[in-house]
């Protein structure tokens, strides 16, 4: 089946079978492997992108149930020149990442709140949903959450 996709601001014409997911057509079709599989039932967030600015678990979608619709994957938070994003900076500064499988699904899902709810550094209940909404096996889940309150906070001042 003929489907179009946008990803990070670009756009895939693409022949798929109408059962592939859009993880696999992300990281085999479109060579973005950036978005990672892990438990492959929309419980561990390592697949999660943005579809339409809505966080979407990559591993429960159909690619044709995308077609047309604007995706963004972890390679699409970096800035033009290549300059990781003050998100992905944070989790730097705050070591909150160690193996790193679980690091896009955390930076893709707090970046769709960042975007929905530029007001979430003054939640902190927000912030600990967003740390548990993915699944961590390295780190614990405090530097994420540092890191993603760091962020939360360096956003609401420069929106």
Known sequence: MKINLNVNGKEYALDVEPRRLLADVLRDDCELTGTHLGCEHGVCGACTVLVDAETTRACLVFAVQCDGLTIRTVEGLAGPDGEPSPLQKAFSAERALQCGFCTPGFLMVATGEFEANPGIADDE???????????????????????????????????
Not at 137 to 145: A, D, L, N, S, V
């Open 125 to 159: 209940e927000r912030i600990e949903d967003i740390v548990r909404s993915n699944i961590c096996r390295c780190t614990g889940y405090e530097p994420i959450r540092r890191a993603v309150a760091r962020a939360a906070r360096e956003h609401r001042a420069s929106s």
